[in-house]
């Protein structure tokens, strides 16, 4: 299994960033897929979740109405479009396939500063 999470950067409080998680090794097109993020100091988060059609999905509080998630299960890839970014938000981004994180790649670091 690889998921290799990309699209982290530098980013203005306010802005957008879109985040991708390119998938292999598994049947991608049949496995629902997650979302979590770490900030510093701070456990793992889940923050959102997609049915393996993308037909349901599923965000935490914090983050409803400001970033979608997405896939194409053509492409084998994961997206989080994260519009509206707050201070909070910084950490480091990890796409899943179970929703404890114990099965995922490696990060895409998103850093909020004005």
């Known amino acids: 299994v690889q998921l290799q999470a990309s699209g982290g950067g530098l980013v203005q409080p306010g802005g957008s960033q879109r985040l991708s998680c390119v998938a292999s090794?598994?049947?991608?097109?049949?496995?629902?897929m997650y979302w979590l993020r770490q900030a510093p100091g701070k456990g793992l988060e889940l923050i959102s979740g997609i049915s393996s059609a993308g037909s349901t999905k599923h965000y935490i509080d914090s983050v409803k109405g400001r970033f979608t998630i997405s896939r194409d299960n053509v492409k084998n890839t994961l997206y989080l479009q994260m519009d509206n970014i707050l201070f909070e938000d910084a950490a480091e981004y990890y796409c899943a396939k179970d929703d404890r994180g114990d099965d995922r790649g490696q990060g895409t670091q998103v850093t909020v500063s004005s």
């Open positions: 090794g598994f049947s991608f097109r049949s496995t629902p």
